[in-house]
Nanobody, 129 residues
Framework: QMQLVESGGGLVQPGGSLGLSCVAS????????IGWFRQAPGKEREGVSC????????NYADSVKGRFSISRDNGKDTVYLQMNSLRPEDTGVYYC??????????????????????RGQGTQVTVSS
């Protein structure tokens, strides 16, 4: 069974940090572009970040640029999202998604995840004092 599993969410105070992980099960993550998305209650889904298969390209939404960092370890079939200087507006369910694209040199952060083939269930991030 091919799936993505996120972990690392939790409750953190404003200004704090969290590190999310996205692990692939049943397939190799290596040839896939990975996107991170978030969904908050009453808000539209938002693309947060993406990274290409060979880590040549990475991109971020303007709302998280300079605070979030995406990386991957293909040997561990894992993609990471390090989130620093968290704000209450970063609250939401964060999930990762994968699309087979082994030769991509860049990726674009989009809010519509329709192009992605696999999606995880998500992990809750709550930023509150």
């Amino acid at each position: 069974q091919m799936q993505l599993v996120e972990s690392g969410g939790g409750l953190v105070q404003p200004g704090g940090s969290l590190g999310l992980s996205c692990v692939a099960s049943g397939f190799r993550l290596g040839p896939h572009t990975i996107g991170w998305f978030r969904q908050a209650p009453g808000k539209e889904r938002e693309g947060v970040s993406c990274i290409t298969a060979r880590s040549i390209g990475a991109n971020y939404a303007d709302s998280v640029k300079g605070r979030f960092s995406i990386s991957r370890d293909n040997g561990k079939d894992t993609v990471y999202l390090q989130m620093n200087s968290l704000r209450p507006e970063d609250t939401g369910v964060y999930y990762c998604a994968a699309v087979w694209d082994p030769y991509a040199d860049f990726c674009t952060v989009v809010d519509d995840d329709a192009q992605y083939e696999f999606r995880g269930q998500g992990t809750q991030v709550t930023v509150s004092s």
